[in-house]
């Protein structure tokens, strides 16, 4: 067990529609990153927040969008859904700003039909 | 910018033998490599890393070689033991600095008993 949780654990939607996957990272860890991994395909960095601020931002559409509360969980943002966008969405942890020992979350696998 | 490649996609190795997971890179601008692991139905998990000011980093059974002139990393494990099973990513750090990691697409390693 990483310490990271996600919720939900599996999330089936409609193309069009919007939803929010939640984080809550390991105790005492500021940075969080959010992660997609499709079928045959490594995990693509979307997104980094460190003690509420982004901090880097990777290939993130524009339909989604992130945040981080102020006790440090973060919610990813997915709207306008297209069939594409299934995959399974990670949440990663670290205690600081460097990325070099993240702590993942068991991810959330959304299905868009 | 930063490109991460695992060629081989899966790996089959008998119980004991010697797994050997390939990773190139394409910017060798940046010095600190990751090895994950991940279980289905779980999020990745820390395995190793390596400086570039090493050549070689062992922790266990697990051993990661750089060899920095062909950008090339490589994972053994020794012996590969059934638990071993799993998707392996590497990971390096982006041009733009050390809070992004770009993964590689994985190598699914099946350990035979």
């Known amino acids: 067990d990483s310490g990271v949780t996600q919720t939900p654990k599996h999330l089936i939607t409609a193309t069009g529609q919007r939803v929010t996957l939640r984080c809550s990272p390991r105790?005492?860890?500021?940075?969080v990153y959010w992660y997609q991994q499709s079928l045959d395909q490594g995990l693509q960095f979307l997104i980094q927040y460190y003690n509420g601020e982004e901090r880097a931002k990777g290939n993130i559409l524009e339909r989604f969008s992130a945040q981080q509360f102020p006790d440090l969980h973060s919610e990813l943002n997915l709207s306008s859904l297209e069939l594409g966008d299934s995959a399974l969405y990670f949440c990663?942890?670290?205690?600081?700003?460097?990325?070099?020992?993240?702590?993942f979350g068991p991810g959330t696998r959304l299905t868009v039909l | 910018d930063q490109q991460v490649k695992q060629n081989s996609p899966s790996l089959s190795v008998q119980e004991g033998r010697i797994s050997i997971l390939n990773c190139d890179y394409t910017?060798?601008?940046?010095?600190?490599f990751l090895w994950y692991k991940k279980y289905p139905a779980e999020g990745p998990t820390f395995l190793i890393s390596?400086?570039?000011?090493?050549d070689k980093n062992e922790d266990g059974r697990f051993t990661v070689f750089l060899n920095k002139s062909a950008k090339h990393l490589s994972l053994h494990i020794v012996p590969s033991q059934p638990g071993d099973s799993a998707v392996y990513f590497c990971a390096a750090p982006t041009t733009s600095g050390t809070y992004k990691y770009i993964f590689g697409t994985g190598t699914r390693l099946k350990v035979l008993a």
């Open positions: 105790s005492g860890d500021l940075s």
């Open positions: 390596i400086s570039s000011i090493k």
């Open positions: 990663a942890s670290s205690p600081g700003l460097a990325g070099d020992t993240q702590y």
């Open positions: 910017n060798s601008m940046f010095d600190y």
